[in-house]
């Protein structure tokens, strides 16, 4: 059983937006950085978003800068990720990952089993 758990995903049209939520179950998320990566059918995984512990410092794939937000609760031990703007090419499982650094997926150690996002042209 992965330590994560993501949702929010779903069916949307181009254009459309998607709110994905990621959260532990017995484990504090605070203390760790967070990101989201996504995986495409046939493709490798790429970073999507991180944020940073202390929630000061985000980072952004150029992909999606402009129309994608990463945040986080930490009272509600919870992070986001805002995405607007939809695009069929960001059809893709939408993992979240804790314990690393930045964009880096091999600094990670933490991962959830991913929520599927799908846009629809």
């Known amino acids: 059983q992965r330590p994560l758990v993501e949702s929010g995903g779903g069916l949307v049209q181009a254009g459309g937006s998607l709110r994905l939520a990621c959260t532990a179950s017995g484990r504090t998320l605070s203390i760790y950085n967070m990101a989201w990566f996504r995986q495409a059918p046939g493709q490798e995984r790429e970073p999507v978003a991180s944020?940073?512990?202390?929630?000061?410092?985000?980072s952004y794939a150029d992909s999606v800068k402009g129309r994608f937000t990463i945040s986080r609760d930490n009272a509600k031990n919870m992070v986001y990720l805002q995405m607007n703007s939809l695009k069929p090419e960001d059809t893709a499982l939408y993992y979240c990952?804790?314990?690393?650094?930045?964009?880096?997926?091999?600094?990670?150690?933490?991962w959830g089993q991913g929520t599927q996002v799908t846009v629809s042209s």
């Open positions: 990952a804790g314990g690393g650094w930045d964009l880096q997926a091999d600094k990670y150690v933490l």
């Open positions: 944020i940073r512990a202390s929630a000061d410092i985000t």
